[in-house]
């Protein structure tokens, strides 16, 4: 396990969504760094998760990860926050590191409406709220040939029960931290959601 006796998942050590700086003075400005290193510790619940179905998913947000981070080691002075990179990309005429935080909030918001539908159901399987997730977020905006694939993850979900035994002994400490996590993700993937939709984020 990658956590302490007695502890849960969330003890790991890694950055999470809810130490992630957001700067209210300054149009909700999200700092980057820590959001890529808490958008990199989420991957590990695909880990969790444990099927090789998943790593489409996995892989798809890891690779829009790195293609920020190169945008903010060729420009650090420019990428602080997620707004100030996009809009100082986009004035460059290029957008590899803004299209690349668009796919990334959309794999994130797959991520977080999955879990909160399950956590907030105790009765559903985690299949039936990764698929109604997928509908709601990435599925609209994927190619015929590439729904199969994250269709195949969907149905590939491990019962709940085990993806819940996973993340602690603690069940009340587990879904505690659980939401906890899940705010933290959902209100900066709702923030980013915003700014991208505006004219100043199009490309």
């Not at 790593?55 to 060729?74: C, E, F, H, M, Y």
């Not at 590899?96 to 991520?111: I, K, P, V, Y």
């Not at 400490?173 to 659980?178: G, I, P």
């Amino acid at each position: 396990m990658a956590y302490p006796p007695g502890g849960t998942y969330f003890d790991n050590g890694k950055r999470s969504f809810v130490d992630v700086p957001i700067d209210a003075s300054k149009d909700n400005a999200i700092s980057t760094s820590e959001f890529l290193e808490a958008s990199e510790a989420l991957t590990g619940l695909f880990d969790v998760l444990g099927s090789a179905a998943f790593k489409p998913v996995k892989s798809d947000i890891t690779g829009n990860i790195a293609k920020i981070r190169n945008r903010q080691l060729a420009a650090p002075l420019d990428s602080e926050t997620l707004q100030s990179l996009v809009r100082n990309e986009l004035k460059t005429k290029s957008h590899t590191a803004s299209e690349g935080l668009l796919w990334l909030t959309r794999g994130l918001d797959f991520t977080a409406q999955a879990l909160r539908k399950n956590l907030d159901t105790p009765g559903e399987e985690l299949s039936s709220s990764f698929r109604d997730a997928y509908g709601n977020t990435l599925r609209p905006h994927h190619s015929f040939l590439i729904k199969p694939i994250f269709s195949a993850a969907m149905s590939a979900t491990p019962y709940r029960k085990d993806f819940y035994a996973k993340l602690g002994d603690d069940q009340d400490r587990v879904n505690k931290e659980l939401d906890a996590w899940l705010k933290g993700l959902q209100f900066r993937v709702d923030i980013i959601k915003e700014f991208m939709a505006r004219k100043e984020a199009k490309w």
